[in-house]
């Protein structure tokens, strides 16, 4: 059963950071593709990042150059880190399993596990 986990979610103003985790406890981070999706209330889940095995990496056009994907193969954890953060980063945010990353901005998402919760304030 593969399992995942999202944490470091909460509550940070405008402007803000916050580096998510994703942590995998039955399966290699370094062997599958993972993506981080979020949905916000009465919106549409939206796929944000993705990193591949090979280690390449896509991004929603309104999060480059302030979000960054990358893993820790030792910890086998997955972070998402977020700069600048702005009010419309508000969402629940999931870690998930992904055949190919060029297909994160809709999915289809294979597994996933609880999200957490990004909240920012303006």
């Known amino acids: 059963e593969v399992q995942l986990q999202a944490s470091g979610g909460g509550l940070v103003q405008a402007g803000g950071s916050l580096r998510l985790s994703c942590a995998a406890s039955t399966f290699a981070v370094d062997g599958s593709s993972i993506t981080w999706f979020r949905q916000a209330p009465g919106k549409e889940r939206e796929g944000v990042s993705c990193l591949s095995v090979s280690g390449s990496t896509l991004y929603l056009d309104s999060v480059k150059g302030r979000f960054t994907i990358s893993r820790d193969n030792v910890k086998n954890t997955v972070y998402l880190t977020m700069n600048d953060l702005k009010p419309e980063d508000t969402a629940v945010y999931y870690c998930?399993?992904?055949?190919?990353?060029?297909?994160?901005?809709?999915?289809?998402?294979?597994?996933w596990g609880q999200g957490t919760l990004v909240t920012v304030s303006s």
């Open positions: 998930a399993t992904i055949r190919r990353c060029i297909w994160f901005r809709e999915g289809p998402y294979d597994y």
